[in-house]
């Protein structure tokens, strides 16, 4: 484990990485799988999932036991700050690593947009099916 705040490049930082990629390196650094990580937080692995793809959040216990059984302080969690996963040892490029970071939020960031997008067109379809239905009964 690391802290951050020695000098060591920033890895982990909020500039760097989301809440998600922290868990998920803290994760893999305990040779936990998220099968493995869920059932010691007493939660489902696709709550797992959720948090280290940044759909979700912990609350607050949970983060608190999470930070314990992963050794790396909370704060570290939520902003990468403090102590944390090592740096990762790879030959990729800090600027390779930017860019592919940069179009992963760019994709997340249109995936929520349209998922928000479907959960309009559904509410409007509700409607339109309920009018409808009203309409057909007012006819009766």
Known sequence: ???????????????????????AAAREQSGMSQKELARRLGVRAGTIRGWENDTSEPRANRLS???GILNVSMMWLINGEGVGADAPDDDTSTSD????????REMR???????????RLEKRLRRVLANSASEAAADV
Do not use: K, Y
Not at 1 to 23: C, E, K, L, Y
Not at 97 to 104: A, D, F, N, S
Not at 109 to 119: C, G, L, N, S
């Open 65 to 67: 036991i999470m930070a």
């Open 109 to 119: 960031a249109d995936m929520i947009a349209r998922a928000e997008q479907m959960a």
């Open 1 to 23: 484990m690391n802290d951050t705040n020695s000098g060591d490049q920033d890895w982990f930082g909020p500039d760097t990485a989301t809440f998600g990629d922290r868990v």
């Open 97 to 104: 690593m930017r860019e592919i970071l940069t179009e992963i």
